[in-house]
């Protein structure tokens, strides 16, 4: 490409040389024919002027009268017509033309200077000719531009190509050291090149990419690893009694046998349930942006669990966010399964506004959790040793899911201090005005 910009350049440039030289040479061309006529005009002034003309180092010289009748000629020139008719206007002493296929002439171009001579006797024309010059001005000057155009185009490629080649060179080794990276060892990096331009920072880029590729898989291998150890264990239960059910049918009681696979398939159910809530969640499913009362949204869903009694409410109304209604109910939801998971006696619900944000805050009053597994918690397939003995059905991915929705709304799901039990603190950007009345 570079190359043919070059060649189109050198061309251009060429045509202009051309035309600026053809110019001046045309130029100096007519002037020498000037000076040939005013030489034969000096001869008539002299009363030299004899036929044939002796040599003006030009290709023609012809001498007529007023009347057009030829009174002498070069050597070339003898017992042929007038070159042309032209004659200069009245009152100037000199006309130019170019003329072709004319008499001396049948198959070229010639320059032609006629120039006026006065004298008593009645006045001469003196017509100087001389050929045309080509528009290549001279086979050595062509030879030249060709030349230089040849030269110019050949270096810009060969230094293009060097150029490219050198500047190419971090790009082929990226590429094939992206080539080799497979998804069974993603440790591998691209190298970075020496110099700090943009190439540095595409590999950069790049290796700040298979950074978080390589821990997205991590997570996803965990993520398997836990989802089938998990799954593992209810699919087992339920073999292992209808094993033994089948293994002494007279001797088992039916009806238990069927409560406990039960269980083990609500649990299953459960963990299938959620594991689907996490895949549409990674899916990027998008989130439905509409308004939504969060103390509506509390009430509604604290009034539906059936232990109510032990609920709480504190509730500022009039905080309005915009969000996925049943992804915030959801959030709710799993934060008050695991409240009352671990409540000794009271989970409690307080919903404020705080400056742009709505603060919604989910309190138990059971042991809590100690601060350096407040993010472990969080984490998918998590069970603290509290929470297994407390509760054998629950699935490890509650709080991972709400922290995940938190997120989804631009919110944030922590654990902070309290005086009794575990305290989770939802933030998230409100809408409108914020008001200071309460309602329970």
């Known amino acids: 490409m570079a190359s043919t910009v070059m060649a ?3 061309a251009g440039v060429s045509v202009l040389v051309f035309m600026g030289v053809h110019s001046l040479a045309v130029t100096q061309r007519v002037q020498h024919i000037i000076l040939a006529d005013l030489r034969v005009s000096h001869l008539i002034k002299l009363g030299r ?10 290709s023609a010289v012809q001498v007529l009268d007023e009347a057009g009748r030829i009174i002498a000629t070069t050597r070339n020139m003898a017992g042929l017509d007038p070159i ?29 200077v006629v120039l006026r001579h006065y004298r008593d006797a009645g006045n001469l024309l003196i017509y100087g000719a001389d050929p045309v010059i080509p528009w290549f001005v001279h086979p050595v000057l062509l030879a030249v531009m060709a030349a230089a155009t040849l030269t110019l185009t050949t270096a810009t490629a060969y230094g293009t190509y060097r150029m490219i080649n050198r500047t190419l060179a971090p790009v082929d080794s990226l590429r094939t050291e992206l080539a080799e990276i497979t998804a069974s060892d993603l440790s591998r990096r691209v190298p970075l090149p020496p110099r700090r331009d943009e190439l540095r920072g595409l590999a950069e880029t790049v290796n700040q990419t298979l950074d978080r590729l390589q821990q997205a898989v991590e997570r996803q291998r965990r993520f398997a690893s836990d989802a089938s150890h998990d799954l593992r264990s209810p699919i087992t239960a339920i073999r292992t009694q209808v094993e033994d059910a089948l293994a002494n049918p007279d001797d ?3 009806p238990k046998t069927a409560e406990a696979m039960t269980s083990s398939l609500d649990r299953l159910q459960a963990i299938v349930t959620d594991l689907l809530v996490i ?21 509604a ?10 609920l709480v409410t504190d509730l500022q109304p009039g905080v309005v966010v915009s969000g996925d209604r049943l992804q915030l109910a959801r959030l709710l939801t799993n934060l008050l399964d695991n409240g009352e998971r671990h409540a000794a006696s009271t989970v409690t619900v307080s919903l404020r506004r705080e400056g742009d944000h709505a603060v919604m805050e989910v309190v138990d009053d059971g042991e809590g959790i100690r601060p350096e597994h407040r993010e472990v918690v969080f984490q998918r397939f998590t069970r603290l040793a509290a929470g297994r003995e407390k509760d054998t059905q629950g699935t490890g991915l509650g709080l991972a899911i709400a922290r995940e929705i938190a997120e989804r709304h631009e919110g944030t799901l922590t654990i902070e201090d309290s005086p009794v039990g575990a305290r989770f603190v939802f933030r998230m950007p409100a809408l409108g005005l914020p008001t200071n009345r309460r309602t329970p």
């Open 8 to 10: 189109l350049a050198c």
């Open 49 to 58: 002027l004899r036929h044939p003309i002796p040599d003006q180092d030009i």
């Open 84 to 112: 042309t008719p032209l004659t200069p206007p009245d009152l100037k002493a000199e006309a130019h033309t170019l003329t072709c296929s004319s008499p001396g002439f049948p198959d070229d171009c010639v320059h032609v």
């Open 252 to 254: 088992t009681d039916w």
């Open 279 to 299: 895949a549409r969640l990674d899916s990027g499913e998008r989130v439905t942006r509409d308004h939504i009362d969060l103390a509506e949204l509390a009430r």
């Open 301 to 310: 869903e604290t009034g539906r669990r059936s232990r109510g009694e032990r």
